[in-house]
């Protein structure tokens, strides 16, 4: 089953702007994660954020959680080639399932 | 390990035979999972391993699919009777616990022709 939708379902911008991407998702959550997957195979950990936190930072990253809404964004700055990639959110309902949304696809154009 | 180890990285195979995709998780890390993940999709859960515990089989799509793990490390995906729809990156990954982060292998692509 799907859990989290990210939104939009492909973004493209140039190299330097902000990208952000949305997360939303259906039941109660322990915690929220986003990884990032290039070319199609492995998958990489950018940030898990918490149930009880509300904004995370790693670097260019930001992750915000709205629990009341059941969503989740996340904000890349400064935006460069090597960003593009597919972005998912992943949500822990407390069941050790990480379930995943569809993914973003985020093309970052020089 | 450096990081989970997955092989092969490709695999073409006919319609109807059997395959065996193998995962070597990072060592240490107590639980193991299968995922498989269509082009463009998101990724479907297959089977969780934790410890000792009995295997959460809940997501293998078919009797065609098992899985093991000996001795709380390496594991094996095993599909038989393969089919055209069972084409896919199949995805490994592993972490220390639950309810943290899961680190991947770079996946075994099968193609079934």
């Known amino acids: 089953s799907q859990q989290g939708e990210e939104d939009p379902q492909a973004l493209s911008i140039q190299e330097g702007e902000n990208a952000t991407m949305n997360c939303s998702y259906k039941?109660?959550?322990?915690?929220l994660q986003w990884y990032r997957q290039n070319s199609g195979r492995g998958l990489v950990h950018l940030i898990l954020i918490r149930s009880n936190e509300r904004e995370k930072h790693s670097g260019r990253l930001r992750v915000t959680l709205d629990t009341s809404k059941k969503s989740s964004s996340l904000l890349i700055t400064a935006s460069r080639a090597a960003d593009t990639a597919s972005y998912f959110c992943?949500?822990?309902?407390?069941?050790?399932?990480?379930?995943w949304g569809a993914g973003t696809k985020l093309i970052i154009k020089p | 390990g450096a990081g989970v180890s997955q092989s092969p990285s490709n695999k073409v195979t006919e319609k109807g035979k059997d395959v065996e995709l193998r995962c070597d998780p990072i060592s240490g890390h107590t639980a193991l999972y299968w995922y498989r993940q269509s082009l463009g999709q998101g990724l479907e859960f297959l089977i969780y391993?934790?410890?000792?515990?009995?295997?959460?089989k809940s997501g293998l799509p078919s009797d065609r699919f098992s899985a093991e793990r000996t001795g709380g490390s390496v594991s094996t995906l095993t599909i038989q009777r393969t089919q055209q729809e069972d084409s896919a990156v199949y995805l490994c990954?592993?972490?220390?616990?639950?309810?943290?982060?899961?680190?991947f292998g770079q996946g075994t692509r099968l193609t079934v022709v």
């Open positions: 391993f934790q410890g000792n515990s009995a295997p959460d």
């Open positions: 990954a592993s972490s220390p616990g639950w309810a943290t982060e899961a680190f």
């Open positions: 039941t109660s959550i322990n915690n």
């Open positions: 992943a949500t822990d309902a407390g069941n050790y399932q990480l379930i």
